[in-house]
C-alpha cells in the first residue's frame, strides 16, 4: 500500500490543482474481483460481510491494495438504512435485495423507526472507524448514503422494480404519505452521514439511482428537496466535509444538482463531461463518466476510451475520473488495471 498521503481527491472536491486527475471506481469492491468472492464466501451472505466490521474493511481494502486508486469507499450498502427502521433486508441469490415488511400504507409509513446510526447502525460506524486505522491515512475514505428518493423506491416497491408501481400509486394517489415517509428516511440519512462523517469518513457521496424516472417536475419535489435538505444539513453540522450528489440519468439537471452547495456531482455515460462542465460553470467537480461496458473491450479500446474521456472535460477545472455507474461482474479485474493505469499516464497533461 502507499506510504505517501494521497489528497488528490480531496483536493479536487476543494477546488485545488493537483498532479494528475484522481480516479476510484463505484462498486470497485465487488464480485469482480476473485478475492471479494472469496471473502463473501467466508462470510456465507452479503448482510453477514457488510455487517462484520472486520470483513468489510478486508474488502473495502480490496481494490486499494490491487490498483493505485485514489480513494476507498466503504463497504456497505444504501438500504442499510431502511433495514435499520424496521424493514428486514435480505438478499434473494440472483434476485437482488428484497424487504420483507414494505411500506405501502400511510400507517406503515407512521410505524417506520428513526435509528440511532451509533446503535442500530453501530457496524457501519465500526467499520468506518477500522478501515481509516487500516488505511493509516493512505487514501481518503468515501462514506455514503442512498437519496431519500432512491432508497423509497426500494422500502415501497419491496425490492428492485422496473415499473415502480407501488411508490407511483402512493405518489400520485397519497402525495403527503409520500412526503411523511421522504422526511423520515432525510431525517435518519443525515444522522446516518454525520455518523459517519465524526467516525472518519473524509467525503460523502449520495446515491440517487432512480432519480431519473421521475419527471423535471417530481425530481424537484421528491428527489432533488431531499438531497437538497441533506447538503443544507451536513453544511451547519460538518462545514468541511465534501458532498457529491449522483443522479443517475439526471443529465439534463445537472444545473439544479449542482445549485444545492455540493462539492461534486456525479455524471453517467449519457451526458458528454463537455457539455456537463458548461451547464454547471466549474462550479462543481465532475465526476464520471466512462461506460463500464467499455471494460469489455480491448485493451486498446479502453485505453482510447480513457483519453476521450479526459479530453472530454478538457484542461484545468475539477474532474474526477470514474465510470458512469457501477462496475459489473463479469469484467476482467486487469482491463480495470489497463483503465486506472492509463488516466495515470494520460491525465498529467490535462494539468499543466
Ligand atoms: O462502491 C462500493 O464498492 C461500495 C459498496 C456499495 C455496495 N452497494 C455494495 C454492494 C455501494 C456504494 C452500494 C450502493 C448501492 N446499493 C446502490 C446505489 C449505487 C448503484 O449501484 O446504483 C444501490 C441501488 C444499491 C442496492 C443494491 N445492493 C442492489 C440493487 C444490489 C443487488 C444488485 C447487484 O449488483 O447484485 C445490492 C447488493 C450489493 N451491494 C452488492 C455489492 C458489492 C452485490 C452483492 C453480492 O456480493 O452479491
Redesign the pocket.
Known sequence: MHTITNTRLLKVLNNEPVDRTPIWI??????YLPE?LAT?KRAGD?MT??GTPELACEVTLQPIKRFSLDAA???????TVPDAMGLGLY?EAGE??RFKSPVRTPADIKQLATPDPETELRYVMDAVRLIRRELNNSVPLIG?S?SPW?VAT?MVEGG?SKEYQYIKRLMYGDTQALHQLLEKITTTTIAYLRAQADAGAQALMV?D?WGGVLTPRAYQLFSLQYMQAIVTALRKSHASIPITLFT?NGGMWLPDIARTGCNAVGVDWTTDLRDARSLTDDKVALQGNMDPGVLYGSKQTIREEVQRVLESYGSGGRHIFNLG??IH?HIDPDNVEVMVETVHELSPAFHR
Request: charged share 15%; aromatic share 22%; proline share 3%.
Open positions: 463505484m462498486r470497485q469492491a465487488g464480485r471479494y463473501r452479503f460481510l457488510a469507499i466503504l463497504f456497505s450498502d444504501i438500504l438478499f437482488g435485495p455514503f442512498g432512491t426500494y428492485g446515491f439511482t443517475k455507474h457501477g461482474q
